[in-house]
């Protein structure tokens, strides 16, 4: 069962944009992640937020929590042709250690 | 290796063959994850080993999917008697330990006809 809802589940932007991705997901959690994944590829961890944290920031990634409406932003600054990808939030709610994804965010930047 | 390999990249069985899919973490990761990604969708766990235990198999779809760590590094996801609906792509990932990012290799992407 998935965990997560990405939202939008398409976005279609213009290099140099900024691009938000919001997930909700439905029970409690120690941490919430986000990953990339190019097409044919596996995932790769861009940032982690634990449930005491409210923001956090790497490099052009800003994340933010608010667990009193379980849920999660990503925000990418300044967009590249290479951002382009599915992004896909994370909790370990429940085991504490298995990952729950959601179906994930579908990134198009046009040059 | 510097990441997690998989291997193969691709398999083409055809139904009711057994398949064996391996993973080589990255050295040192205590923790192996086995996940099953369907088109279009985000990746649904199957199994986590700690070493060479396998503390949590909740994920397998069935009795036909069977996964070890003998050895408490390589692991090997084998489905027996495979049918249409195994078809995927089967991830592993390995961390350091829970609540630890995990890093995932490029996957098998499983085809059965």
């Known amino acids: 069962s998935q965990q997560g809802e990405e939202d939008p589940q398409a976005l279609s932007i213009q290099e140099g944009e900024n691009a938000t991705m919001n997930c909700s997901y439905k029970t409690s959690i120690n941490n919430l992640q986000w990953y990339r994944q190019n097409s044919g590829r596996g995932l790769v961890h861009l940032i982690l937020?634990?449930?005491?944290?409210r923001e956090k920031h790497s490099g052009r990634l800003r994340v933010t929590l608010d667990t009193s409406k379980k849920s999660s932003s990503l925000l990418i600054t300044a967009s590249r042709a290479a951002d382009t990808a599915s992004y896909f939030c994370?909790?370990?709610?429940?085991?504490?250690?298995?990952?729950?994804f959601g179906k994930g965010t579908s990134l198009l930047v046009t040059p | 290796g510097a990441g997690v390999s998989q291997s193969p990249r691709y398999k083409v069985a055809k139904r009711g063959q057994d398949v064996a899919l391996r993973c080589d973490p990255i050295s040192g990761h205590v923790s192996l994850f086995w996940y099953q990604q369907a088109l279009g969708q985000g990746p649904e766990f199957l199994t986590y080993?700690?070493?060479?235990?396998?503390?949590?198999k909740s994920g397998l779809p069935s009795d036909r999917f069977f996964a070890e760590r003998p050895e408490g590094s390589v692991s090997t996801l084998k489905i027996q008697r495979t049918q249409q609906e195994d078809s995927a792509v089967y991830l592993c990932?390995?961390?350091?330990?829970?609540?630890?990012?995990?890093?995932f290799g490029d996957g098998t992407r499983l085809s059965i006809l």
């Open positions: 994370a909790t370990d709610s429940g085991s504490g250690y298995a990952l729950n």
């Open positions: 990932a390995s961390s350091t330990g829970t609540g630890s990012p995990q890093h």
């Open positions: 937020i634990r449930s005491n944290e």
């Open positions: 080993f700690q070493n060479e235990a396998q503390l949590d």
